[in-house]
Structure formats: structure tokens, C-alpha cells
């Protein structure tokens, strides 16, 4: 049984900090293309940052530069460091995972944790 389990929000003053962590369980993470979305109350789902089965990542716009997505395989975890924080970075923060598809790539992303909520003040 597939099962993502979000923690490390809160809340932080703008510049600050933040780590998030996806624990998995029911599969071996390093083996799927992992991700992490945002959504903010009245806006649409954003993925923020993505990590691939060669282990290639990418990045939304809005956070190049300040956000890095990383995988402890051995606890695996994924993780989300967010510096620099800006109150626009507000939101419900998903861990998400697409199972493999042949050799480099993946499905949709079919499983979702239930969310780990950052709050970022002015």
C-alpha cells in the first residue's frame, strides 16, 4: 500500500527557512519520479519542484534559486528545503509520487499525501 506522509510546515517570517519531508512506504521511492506541488486558497495546483527517475530535477519559476528538492534513499524520504521565503510561498504544500513507466520515465503522478501547510508573514 502506497502512502506519502507530509511533515515540517508552519510558519515563518518572510527570508526565513523551511525543510518538508515525504516519508513513502509501499514502495521504494528512488524508483518512481517524485514531486511537490503547491495550491493557495482560491488558486490552482502548482508543482513547485520535481525530482526524475535519473534523478534530473526542475523547478517552478517562482522558486529557482530558493528551493531545493533532494531524496534520502535510505530513509525514503524526500525532502523540499525552502529559503528565502516570501509570503506568496503561503500554501498547502503535497508530496506526490508517479510510478514508472520503462527504463526513464513515469505515469501521473497517482499518489498524494494529505498536505503540510506553510505560512509565510510579511
Known amino acids: 500500500q502506497v502512502r506519502l506522509v507530509e511533515s515540517g510546515g508552519g510558519s515563518v517570517q518572510a527570508g526565513g527557512s523551511l525543510t518538508l519531508s515525504c516519508a513513502a512506504s509501499g514502495f521504494t521511492q528512488n524508483n518512481y519520479c517524485m514531486a511537490w506541488f503547491r495550491q493557495a486558497p482560491g488558486k490552482e495546483r502548482e508543482r513547485v519542484a520535481a525530482i526524475g527517475r535519473v534523478r534530473s530535477t526542475n523547478y517552478a519559476d517562482s522558486v529557482k534559486g530558493r528551493f531545493t528538492i533532494s531524496q534520502d534513499n535510505a530513509k525514503n524520504t524526500l525532502y523540499l528545503q525552502m529559503n528565502s521565503l516570501k509570503p506568496e510561498d503561503t500554501a498547502m504544500y503535497y508530496c506526490?509520487?508517479?510510478?514508472?513507466?520503462?527504463?526513464?520515465?513515469?505515469?501521473?503522478?497517482?499518489?498524494w499525501g494529505q498536505g503540510t501547510q506553510v505560512t509565510v508573514s510579511s
Open positions: 506526490a509520487a508517479a510510478p514508472p513507466v520503462g527504463v526513464t520515465l513515469c505515469s501521473s503522478y497517482n499518489y
